[in-house]
């Protein structure tokens, strides 16, 4: 993981405010992501004022090294993509030794400390939304969904206008929906899928180039069986993020959820053409291929996948690692079950 503080004037990964956002990219699990925001000194976001001239020179640059680091995740090849999260420093955080510590100690995944330092930030700036902000990240990396929930929302109650706290949000939410369906509370959990994607789509409102809301959204929509939506949310996400090779991934694992294996095969193609190294889009691939007869094809690229980790022929670990439609899933098991009944080569 990776907060930020930095020189001024960069903008932050999930993050917020004189207040300037530091850019951040924050790798959670096999992820990584980014956003930028600007805040004043006020909590209240002013993208046209406070940091268009010093950041945007930054910005496209910070994209790309965010989706650079994406690319060097996930298993034997790290493309995997979970939702993204944010933290906030603004200008004057430069020189606050406290929101400086937190910052550090976060990246470090030193969560009692880290949370230590933000509440010292806190005492002396109530109403700091970064505080808040990165505070709720810490909760969220504590497991403690709803601490996160509230530190989120009094950022939104800050800073309105700021899409980070929305995104992070909705990503708190959606693990609070999580948890609630493994304890077979479904109506609960879809309340708060409800309220994810919500969240997400007020985080696009503010920043409709903000992949990271749609890839999260896309993430929702999937876990709630609407996958004309996911495919949509995903297919934006892709759009604003071409150097993230995961988020592609997911829009074609999409693709064939929605009866379109011909396109998921052809994208599938392309993103083993520029990521070969890549397990799960090779795994996937010969899913697809495979559901589709092509069954030469579906082997090579089912032994590349193995070649790069030989964990793929477990359908176990595959759920476990992946957030495949059920199609996918389908098809995947049917494939193994037919390798397995073939034996070796």
């Known amino acids: 993981m990776q907060f930020s503080t930095g020189s001024p004037p960069l903008s932050s990964f999930h993050k917020l405010q004189p207040h300037l956002c530091f850019k951040s990219v924050h790798l959670h699990s096999n992820a990584a992501s980014c956003v930028v925001d600007c805040c004043s000194s006020k909590g209240s976001i002013t993208r ?15 994209r790309q090294q965010a989706g650079a680091i994406a690319a060097s995740l996930l298993l034997s090849g790290g493309y995997a993509c979970a939702p993204a999260e944010a933290y906030n420093v603004r200008l004057q955080d430069v020189e606050n030794k406290a929101m400086q510590a937190g910052v550090q100690a976060a990246t470090e995944q030193r969560w009692e400390e880290a949370e230590r330092f933000f509440q010292i930030v806190l005492k002396k700036e109530p109403d700091s939304a970064s505080a808040f902000s990165n505070m709720g990240n810490v909760h969220l990396s504590q497991r403690r969904p709803e601490q996160a929930v509230s530190d989120f929302s009094r950022a939104i109650q800050l800073a309105p206008e700021a899409p980070v706290p929305y995104l992070n949000r909705a990503i708190a939410e959606e693990q609070l929906g999580v948890n609630a369906a493994g304890a077979g509370r479904i109506s609960e959990a879809e309340k708060h899928y409800e309220a994810a994607i919500q969240d997400c789509k007020d ?79 090779h795994a996937a691939l010969a899913a697809v291929q495979w559901a589709s007869g092509q069954e030469r094809l579906a082997e090579d690229h089912f032994d590349k996948a193995l070649s790069l980790d030989g964990r793929w022929s477990n359908m176990g670990f595959i759920r476990q690692q992946t957030r495949w439609p059920p199609a996918l899933y389908n098809a995947m098991e049917r494939f193994l079950s037919i390798a397995s009944a073939d034996g070796p080569k």
């Open 48 to 62: 046209q004022g406070c940091c268009e001239r010093a950041t945007l020179d930054h910005y496209e640059r910070l």
């Open 203 to 281: 985080a696009q409102s503010r920043d409709s180039k903000e992949f990271a809301a749609f890839f999260n959204e896309g993430n929702v929509q999937a876990r709630m069986g609407r996958f004309s939506n996911a495919l949509a949310a995903y297919s934006r996400a892709a759009d604003l993020a071409p150097g993230i090779a995961g988020y592609r991934l997911r829009e074609a694992e999409l693709l064939f959820q929605n009866d379109r294996a011909h396109d998921a095969d052809v994208m599938m193609r392309g993103v083993v053409r520029k990521s070969p190294t890549y397990a799960e889009a």
